[in-house]
């Protein structure tokens, strides 16, 4: 079955360091990839995607590149805030029969101290 | 912008009392999810529907009931809360056209059973 392992937390960086969360996952046939950002006390918000090998996915200065070849998807950002302290999740969409759900990894938290 | 409800956002409660979860969204999506997070982070998905009238059980078994008689609502219900249920609920939807099936999700409600 379909399965994503993501780098296990916390994470804890100084402000503007950089920052890397690897992400690899099992799927059959071509997933969609996504990073999700969880905020203290909020749901889940979509932070980037790709949806077909080699795409890069961006946003609010992340980034991450669907590696079918590798199977990864991992998770960067050249300079971290403060502001960036949350729970990150990897997922995918395999599509077929399973394409009502996502697959998540189990997070990865992150502390950026100022 | 994403629109989607949860309510309550906090609910203490004694072992026993049936309890109901709202989740509404705004955005005439057909596909919705129910899931559980542990306090370690994790995602499970309990619940999901395809459109009115369809539910599913999710990848992880609970005790709680869901229902889908309008598009717009989709409420979880547990007939008998005991200290077990104690979790955070996340709410998400997904529209039929979503590219890789990217799903919203509502602000949770943290639910205590004492």
């Known amino acids: 079955g379909d399965s994503v392992t993501q780098m296990e937390g916390p994470v804890t960086l100084s402000e503007e360091a950089f920052l890397t969360i690897n992400c690899t996952y099992t799927?059959?046939?071509?997933?969609?990839l996504f990073w999700y950002v969880q905020y203290p006390g909020e749901g889940l918000q979509l932070l980037l995607k790709a949806t077909k090998a080699d795409d890069k996915g961006s946003n609010k200065g992340f980034e991450a590149t669907y590696r079918k070849e590798t199977t990864s998807f991992h998770l960067e950002k050249g300079s971290v805030q403060v502001s960036d302290s949350a729970v990150y999740f990897c997922?995918?969409?395999?599509?077929?029969?399973?394409?009502?759900?996502?697959?998540f990894g189990k997070g990865t938290l992150l502390t950026v101290n100022p | 912008e994403a629109d989607i409800y949860q309510t309550p956002r906090y609910l203490v409660i004694g072992t026993g009392k049936k309890i109901t979860l709202e989740c509404s969204q705004t955005?005439?999506?057909?596909?919705m999810y129910w899931y559980q997070q542990d306090p370690g982070m994790e995602l499970h998905l309990i619940h999901y529907s395809y459109g009115v009238n369809s539910t599913e059980k999710g990848d992880l078994s609970s005790e709680s009931t869901v229902s889908r008689i309008r598009t717009e609502h989709f409420p979880l219900t547990l007939e008998s809360a005991r200290p077990s249920h104690t979790s955070q609920y996340l709410c998400?939807?997904?529209?039929?056209?979503?590219?890789?099936?990217?799903?919203?999700f509502g602000p949770g409600t943290r639910l205590t059973v004492l």
């Open positions: 997922a995918l969409s395999s599509g077929g029969g399973s394409n009502y759900k996502l697959t």
């Open positions: 799927a059959t046939g071509y997933p969609s």
């Open positions: 955005m005439g999506h057909d596909k």
């Open positions: 998400a939807s997904s529209p039929w056209t979503s590219g890789g099936n990217e799903q919203f």
